[in-house]
């Protein structure tokens, strides 16, 4: 189903520019209706914009302030700089590395990844990008994409270690990852890779916002053979999106039947899974043999 609602987090200049943006247009005593036809912008835009819900620009918010009959030079500049604080912010880090995310099926991942309040991962083969060191990432992406040269790779690299900022934020999102033993186990022939890639998990998993459970090859057949899935929770009034990526494309789901369906089987999965703590254990056992 589309996407039909931003999932983006407002940021505090956004913010801040709304509630003034707001004062100022309560103070004419004008209506959204009258403003949008002086100014020629649509009422539902004027609107989502006093509310916060949407950026805008220097080029809408100019005539807005004349409009309302702001000529304090010192109050427009101090209502301008929101604006362009806001549009910093919106600048995402990731498009330096449009060229390569192109090429992959990223599509609107990674936004939707940096507005998620919570993340349920569920993975049979790797390690989660999230929790992947840089020489497991580079593994996986060289052998997953054959057809990228070392640069490309690198890039990729370097996006996978950049979204891994969003865990250690202060708003960061909750993971939750479910994880097939055979992830755990998938280059043992690597040892230093592997030992490294064990080790980190040890590190992020005391984190607060993270919990890791190992699904043990003794767990038989589960609902999760279909393949990995995340399932991501976004601030009201978004609704939950189902995110599955193959070969070829990627493709996310946020109706009712969809997103229940995919979160039955990852209630189920998380149930059989070994708990945190001896996912801990197994994990430092794992590291012993290595």
Partial sequence: ????????????????????????????????????????????????????????????VKPLLDCYGVTDPVLRE??????????????????????????????????????????????????????QTPEYARQVIAAMRVDLGAKQVQDLVDVRMKRQALLARDDAPKLWAVIDEAAFRRIESRTTVLKAQLEHLLDVEPRTNITLQLLPFDAGFHPGLYGSFMLMSFPEPNPDVVWVENLTNSVYFDGTDDVGRYTEVFDHLRATALSPAKTRSQIESMIKEL
């Fill in 78 to 131: 101090d209502i301008l700089d929101l604006v362009r604080a806001d549009q910093a912010q919106r600048q995402k880090w990731w498009r330096k590395y449009s060229a390569v995310i192109n090429t992959t099926q990223y599509g609107g991942y990674l936004e939707l990844e940096e507005s998620a309040t919570t993340l349920r991962s569920y993975e049979p083969q790797l390690i989660p990008g999230l929790l």
């Fill in 1 to 60: 189903m589309a996407w039909k609602r931003n999932p983006a987090r407002k940021s505090i200049y956004r913010r801040q520019l709304a509630a003034q943006l707001k004062e100022l247009h309560d103070q004419s005593g004008k209506t959204l209706a009258e403003v949008g036809q002086i100014i020629e912008v649509n009422q539902g835009t004027l609107s989502r914009i006093m509310n916060g819900d949407r950026g805008t620009t220097l080029l809408l």
